[in-house]
């Protein structure tokens, strides 16, 4: 998915967020979605062609879950997993880069911690206790 899509996507899912979720309901033997505001859709159940009555029917269910909140969810699951991609690249980079200068001779065995890499030790354990902290507070019922 490209930035572009994803933006796009995080834009109409906050302007949606605010607005009652969609929802299944029958009205007159029809199937549609619809919130507070009125039906939205209705979804086609065409005796003669029970294939696509299933397939709409399933689409109709997939538009029903897929709330504002829950795309918003994935997109900073999305952008979470991206930013750790490139935080273990350029930790790989600053591993061969330094693998490369020992084998050169630039840099002495016992060097073997950089800068950098400390910090992002450090950078991790605060992380985790971060971690730590939200998970005790979210089993006490809410943040402190």
Known sequence: MSNINKQSLREVAKKC???EPLRIVEYHGKMCLRNSGGIVFTVLRDSSFPEYSSENENYARLAELSTPDTMLELLDELEAKDRR???EIARANREHHRGFMMACGHLKEHSNVHYADAAEMEIAA???RINELESA???KGGAS
């Open 17 to 19: 967020s605010a607005q």
């Open 85 to 87: 991609i490139e935080e």
């Open 126 to 128: 605060l992380r985790n």
């Open 137 to 139: 507070a979210a089993g």
